[in-house]
């Protein structure tokens, strides 16, 4: 008795109850089931070089990028003239559009009451990454 | 030929992707409680900050050069590992991720690249993410860790390395002391130096039979490594850990038992999640606790026990109440406590435990809890949303973080903010 009782002991298993199957008739989409759409694939394509920031301050507003709103920094794409980068320039960091004008880089903010900012040939200047989208709660 | 890839200054780059206005900056980053420092930036390697140094001793120097510190921020540095790795593991099919900041890439088959052209290309892939990184490329593990180093050294603009010929091999082996070999430690360090070995070059002439009778087995094969025929294996499967400790100093020194009870609650609700993590069961605990030896006024004590469970488990709720019991049996009143550290022993996967015939514990229960807790405290950015009562109290254990940076890459309260 006691020898069944413990090769039962080592036996038993527990059968976990995964899901639920329709036991009358199966469903006709089954074969066509695709994954819902993933925002984090829209957004984020290159997701090992892609930052999430947050924008305090207004001189972009006009580019869709309020006071508050999150915004997405690939730092694998090139920056090129008309992107809207995270830019550092001297140490800090700052958000503008990137513009060449003539022979020069400009930073231009997209708000008629902030001046564009040349980069001077001195400056420490680097582009961090680019903006491809920005996140606006619209509540 | 075999890749080695490794961050520059891991921990100091991943805080200065954040400041960009630390880029010429010293950075210092402190170990748990902000004791010493455990990674240097170039800059503080230059002003003569060692590695290992008491944070408390160096406060004027730190501030007169005037250093960036930092808490160690393992949420952060974790999370850029990850996408150094990712990245990486999409240049390469065989990728093995060696620790938090260095990775082997295994090239052998991919023999119609240029591995120069291929190197600066991975290197630029992964600036992407922020992380400046230097490779080396040689036919071993062991001479791409020595082509690697020569590539911080001597070719810093580059960064990249790649041992394709006998002449460059021997060029790096002479420049390399015989203390930069993969393996070879402070005591071997000694014992070829006594023998008049200098670099890794001296090694290489050594008589093999000399070799192995000095150095065993582990010396032969770092001679052929050496000598550029592979015999240390790519791993890339990860073994589950046969022990996991979780151990820690408290932020101040403990003598109420309360307080050493709730550290011990949270450390062992960490291994218990780790435990769970790789599947695996503990039939055996192990709790120590311990006081501060270097103040040695305190009257000193330290003990460590061991308990065997009935039934090999990973609910923390069971681990946690063997832990309690093992903490009744050491601890002793009047002592200033400075850690306690429980380590889960003896462990096996958790599809094959055997219950006891007697067992009063509902584990179907149990483990459908531990798995709703696990998934609810994944889901909220890092927070422990769910935990057990134990673990809450005034928090006198936690570890000193004062210079802690945000986590930027996990927390959306703690994304980059730029004043535009």
Redesign the interface.
């Known amino acids: 008795m006691e020898e069944t009782i413990q090769r039962l002991a080592k036996t038993s298993m527990i059968i976990p109850f995964y899901k639920i199957v329709a036991a009358g008739f199966p469903s006709p989409a089954q074969d066509y089931g695709e994954p819902e759409i993933d925002l984090s694939k829209v957004l984020q394509p290159n997701p090992t070089s892609t930052y999430i920031i947050r924008i305090k301050g207004d001189s972009m507003r006009e580019a869709n990028m309020p006071d508050g709103c999150l915004a997405v920094v690939d730092r694998s794409i090139r920056p090129y003239s008309g992107a809207i980068v995270v830019a550092v320039l001297n140490g800090e960091f700052t958000v503008k559009r990137l513009v060449k004008a003539g022979r020069n880089w400009v930073l231009h903010p997209e708000n008629p009451f902030y001046k564009p900012i040349l980069i001077s040939e001195d400056a420490d200047f680097q582009v961090w990454g680019v903006i491809t989208h920005t996140i606006v709660d619209q509540k | 030929m075999i890749a080695l890839v490794d961050c520059n200054n891991f921990y100091a780059s991943c805080e200065r992707l954040f400041q960009?206005?630390l880029?010429d900056k010293p950075v210092v980053v402190l170990s748990n409680n902000d004791g010493c420092v455990i990674a240097r930036s170039d800059e503080a390697k230059a002003i003569g900050i060692e590695m290992g140094a008491p944070a408390f001793l160096m406060e004027e120097m730190l501030r007169s050069h005037d250093v960036a510190i930092f808490s160690s921020n393992y949420t952060l540095y974790g999370s850029m590992s990850d996408?150094?790795m990712?990245?990486l593991q999409?240049h390469c099919h065989t990728v093995e991720v060696y620790s938090i900041d260095e990775a082997f890439l295994y090239l052998y088959d991919m023999p119609h690249i240029h591995y120069e052209d291929y190197a600066i290309q991975l290197r630029a892939?992964v600036k992407?993410?922020?992380i400046p990184v230097s490779i080396g490329i040689a036919p071993t593990k062991t001479l791409a860790k020595l082509a690697n180093r020569y590539a911080k050294q001597y070719k810093k603009a580059v960064g990249v390395h790649v041992l394709d010929s006998p002449a460059k091999i021997n060029e790096v082996l002479s420049c390399s002391a015989i203390d930069d070999i993969w393996g070879v430690g402070p005591q071997y360090t000694k014992m070829l130096q006594q023998h008049g070995f200098k670099t890794a070059m001296d090694l290489v002439r050594a008589p093999e039979e000399w070799v192995r009778k000095n150095m065993t087995v582990v010396g032969q094969r770092m001679l052929n490594e050496l000598k550029g025929i592979p015999c240390i294996e790519m791993e890339t499967v990860i073994a589950p850990r046969k022990n996991i400790t979780v151990a820690r100093s408290f932020g101040q020194l403990l003598s109420d038992k309360t307080d050493i009870a709730e550290a011990l609650a949270n450390y062992t609700a960490i291994a218990a999640r780790k435990l769970r993590k790789q599947h695996s069961c503990a039939r055996v605990i192990n709790v120590f606790l311990q006081t501060n030896n270097f103040r040695q006024k305190d009257p000193q004590y330290y003990r460590s026990i061991n308990l065997q469970l009935p039934v090999p488990t990973s609910s923390t709720a069971e681990l946690l109440q063997y832990a309690t019991k093992a903490l009744d049996l050491i601890y002793r009143p009047h002592y200033n406590f400075k850690k306690i550290g429980i380590i889960l022993m003896e462990l096996a996967p958790d599809n094959q435990v055997?219950?006891g015939?007697f067992d009063q514990v509902n584990r179907?229960r149990d483990q459908r809890l531990m798995t709703a807790l696990d998934a609810i405290n994944r889901s909220w950015d890092g927070k422990e949303l769910v935990k057990f009562g134990r673990q809450s109290g005034n928090r006198r254990w936690k570890l000193r973080q004062e210079k802690l940076s945000p986590c930027?890459?996990t927390r959306?309260q703690d994304?980059?903010?730029?004043?535009?």
């Not at chain 2, 994304?415 to 535009?420: A, D, E, H």
């Open positions: 960009p206005h880029a996408r150094v990712k990245t999409m892939a992407a993410t922020g055997q219950s015939l179907p930027y890459t959306l994304v980059l903010t730029i004043n535009i």
